[in-house]
């Protein structure tokens, strides 16, 4: 009969961590006590963003916002300009709703349910904040450690349906203590040697007690549900130059780049009429309709904008609710990605 495999080894796990740690500028070096402001802004700027993307955003707002307070007290547009080029804004405007609440607070709540009810922090959130910066004995549940625990216990069903059991699965392997440690040692062996694809099973610490890498199969788990198709949207952007200026607005705060800024555009959807596109011009101008589009895929949909390019005479005509901006100055609008790929496909250079 064959054996039944070990039990997975957390103690092994933390061996493992003490040797090949990551390091993180938002991460206590051993010793250290780990800052909740920095857990907290790094884990909101992880949550749709690699860390290499991430490295950069974390150094300019701590180095121009250096505690909650500060962020707290920055204008909101100054926070969504900084944040241009991370995605998903919703996140920007969270984080500073959450700043402020914190703030008012006076000290950043340290129980997991009191982290919950502020803006922006779910489940994982709250529980890396809890484990890392307070060692509350909480594991914390992104998709790398549910890829581990998937596979560790050979997980039939997909991580979308399974989350209840993957998060009781993981805390069952907490050891009692080093909570901070535990979390991160999880994320970065779920970063690092249990990879979505080729996992380095030789060099994991869990090696010999996974029952996804004894048969042979870890790359199987965690099982893929199977595949919706993004719907499409279309849409226009138009792109109007007059004396060395281009033609820019705010978008509204609330829906898809809430707040950001943009080249004006029409209403994004899959009913789109491209032929009527020019009615949602801004103002009366010789458009011309650029060769192909411009391709971006949102969380919920892809989107595929034609865009059209004028050239007034100066003087620049005043236009309601748009403003114009420099074309050396573009880049500190702090546009989207959309948006600058709209600028780049209309031929500005954005510095
Ligand atoms: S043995 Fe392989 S599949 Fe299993 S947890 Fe380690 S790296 Fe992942």
Partial sequence: MPRAPA???????????????????????????????????????????????????????????????????????EVMKAWAGLGYYARARKLHACAREIAARGAFPREEQELLALPGVGPYTAAAIASIAYDAPVVAVDGNVERVVARLFAVTRPAREAKRELRAKAQSLFPGRRAGDFTQALMDLGATVCTPRAPRCADCPFHGACQAARNGAAEAFPVKPPKAEKPERRGAAFVLLSDGAALIRTRPPRGLLGGMAEFPSSPFRADFDARQARVHAPAAAPWRELPGAVEHVFTHFSLRLTIFRATLPPPRPGIENCRWTELGRLSAEGLPTLMRKVATHAGLGLE
């Fill in 7 to 77: 039990k997975p080894d957390p103690r092994a796990l933390l061996r493992w961590y003490d040797r090949r740690r990551r390091d993180l500028p938002w991460r206590a070096r051993p010793g250290e006590t780990a800052d909740p402001y920095a857990v907290w802004l790094s884990e909101i700027m992880l949550q749709q963003t690699t860390v290499e993307a991430a490295k950069p955003y974390f150094a300019a707002f701590l180095a121009r916002w250096p505690n909650v307070a500060a962020l707290a007290a920055a204008a909101p547009e």
